[in-house]
């Protein structure tokens, strides 16, 4: 039976509408086996990037880092061929000082980057060591201190770092920040720990839109001046066991606030000098890591510990810069740096002491309780200069508390030790008295250790003295040596004898209570003289 042509055609039709249909329903499949596969693996990235988020934020905001490596181990395992997870899982093995296993997943990250280290904020842990260093291929610029057996070096990575996270926030102002320099301590060969972390602003997140970059590595290297100097010296270290945060703003009225982990630097002008930026961060360094001794009354702060950090550093970087126990990057100019803290040290000092010498000298004010933070600072000044370092610092460490008569008390205790042996005063610093004036002026001698004297003017050398008898020896150099003293008002019957290096003046003191002494000097001959030690011990 023949078909008529139109029932071919349709049957034709028929089978290419049903080939057709099963494509499409072919390609329907697929799309949806496609996006159902899509899904998962975009549902996989996003759950590995909330890893590393929780891994960063436990880390670098909390400081949890057990918890942000269990997180970044996670992302890790999914990921296991990407850097970026390895990098921070290294960062917070890091920070648990388990720099071994660091790293080796350093190691791996460098390698899966080609060989080479992206640096970022993954690359600066709470601990680092030189394989994680050399690994970066950084080129820290160090600084270190040295006095006697103790020394002191710091580092940091002149190259800012860039947030991990959308920004950094300072707590106390919810700022916006977006660089960060770290500042690393020494522990031992190879080891080094944060002691603090800088952040800035790029110009886009600047109010006024400047760059940060170089104030914040002026205040890297102060910072790291002031922990270096302040460690060698007397050995204060921040107290805090995690790096202060240091948070730069041009935001605000100028003030400087310090407070347990946290400085900020509230309506800062860019382009400071580096002695600027020295005083300023050896002061709050001193909040962190000296003594709070006070309270004080009349100033804008009530504790000392700021400003005995700040003179003391003041002093002591001056005298290191020229003694060679001082080691800096060799692009660091000191000639401005030393004449600006010379006037500084001479202009304070001067007024510091004279504040304590007429503390001392005033009846109405010699009680603790009317003391002056800056007669404190001239006493305490006083001490460092003509006393030894490490007589002040132990009677620092051993205060009974921080207030004015627990520190005497300590003091009184450490000199009454060192007197039964016999104690060498330094004078590096004395009270001048002309013959024309009733004024005292101060003479310091921030780096030399002995200072001349021309006649016919007088020495005023305050003396602790515990209750006692006590027998002292002060040695002067110079071809005329006649000298009157007086311990108190009580003139001393003198013994003068030659020595090798110039001559002996012998006499005793007597202390009815333990306090300063004013011991005076009456120069009767006709040449400059040079006093050089005075030593003490107690009468057998």
Request: charged share 20%.
């Amino acid at each position: 039976m023949v078909m008529p042509m139109w029932c071919n055609n349709a049957h034709g039709l028929a089978g290419g509408m049903l080939r057709h249909t099963r494509a499409v329903i072919f390609l329907a499949v697929i799309c949806v086996c496609f996006r159902l596969l899509s899904s998962s693996a975009l549902a996989a990235v996003s759950d590995v990037e909330a890893l590393l988020r929780n891994a960063i934020y436990a880390m670098t905001v909390k400081g949890d880092f057990q918890s942000g490596v269990e997180y970044a181990r996670q992302a890790v395992v999914a990921y296991p061929n990407e850097a970026h997870p390895r990098e921070w899982l290294a960062y917070g093995l890091a920070g648990l000082d388990r720099l071994s296993e660091a790293v080796e997943h350093y190691r791996v990250a460098a390698k899966l980057r080609g060989g080479l280290a992206r640096f970022s904020a993954a690359w600066l842990p709470l601990n680092i060591n030189s394989e994680i260093l050399e690994l970066l291929g950084a080129h820290p610029i160090e600084v270190s201190a040295r006095v006697d057996d103790k020394r002191c070096t710091a580092m940091f990575i002149p190259r800012p770092c860039f947030t991990p996270l959308l920004d950094w926030r300072a707590p106390k102002f919810l700022e916006r920040y977006n660089q960060m320099l770290a500042v690393y301590r020494r522990i031992n060969n190879g080891h080094w720990r944060a002691a603090f972390k800088i952040y800035f602003k790029t110009p886009a997140l600047s109010r006024d839109r400047v760059d940060w970059k170089s104030d914040a590595l002026s205040l890297a290297l102060s910072l790291s001046l002031a922990m270096c100097i302040s460690c060698t010296r007397i050995g204060m270290l921040p107290i805090e066991t995690q790096p202060l945060s240091v948070w730069l703003s041009d935001v605000g009225e100028p003030i400087i606030i310090s407070e347990l982990g946290h400085i900020f630097w509230r309506g800062v002008k860019p382009g400071r000098e580096l002695a600027q930026w020295f005083i300023e961060a050896a002061h709050e360094y001193g909040h962190h890591a000296f003594p709070a001794f006070g309270p004080f009354d009349g100033g804008h702060e009530k504790y000392a510990g700021g400003m005995m950090s700040e003179r003391l550093n003041a002093i002591w970087l001056l005298e290191m810069l020229t003694d060679g126990s001082l080691s800096l990057p060799n692009d660091i100019s000191i000639d401005g740096l030393q004449a600006q803290l010379k006037a500084y040290v001479v202009k304070h000092f001067s007024e510091d002491m004279l504040s304590w010498f007429d503390w001392l000298h005033s009846a109405e004010l010699q009680k603790p309780s009317k003391m002056s933070m800056r007669s404190f600072l001239g006493m305490i000044e006083f001490i460092e200069r003509c006393y030894s370092i490490w007589l002040l610092e132990a009677a620092m460490r051993r205060s009974d508390g921080e207030d004015f008569k627990s520190l005497l008390k300590a003091f009184d205790a450490q000199v009454k030790k060192a007197l039964d042996y016999g104690m060498n005063i330094q004078l590096r610093s004395a009270f001048i008295l002309s013959p024309d004036s009733d004024l005292p002026s101060v003479l310091i001698a921030p780096i030399q250790r002995e200072v001349n004297f021309a006649p016919p003017k007088r020495i005023v050398i305050p003396i602790w003295l515990p209750e006692g008898s006590f027998e002292c020896e002060l040695l002067v150099e110079g071809a005329d040596v006649k000298a009157a003293i007086f311990v108190g008002d009580i003139p001393a019957s003198v013994a003068v004898r030659p020595c090798e290096k110039g001559f002996n003046l012998r006499f005793r003191a007597v202390a009815e209570r333990a306090w300063w002494c004013m011991l005076s000097i009456e120069l009767l001959g006709g040449s400059p003289v040079r006093l050089k030690s005075l030593s003490i011990r107690a009468s057998r």
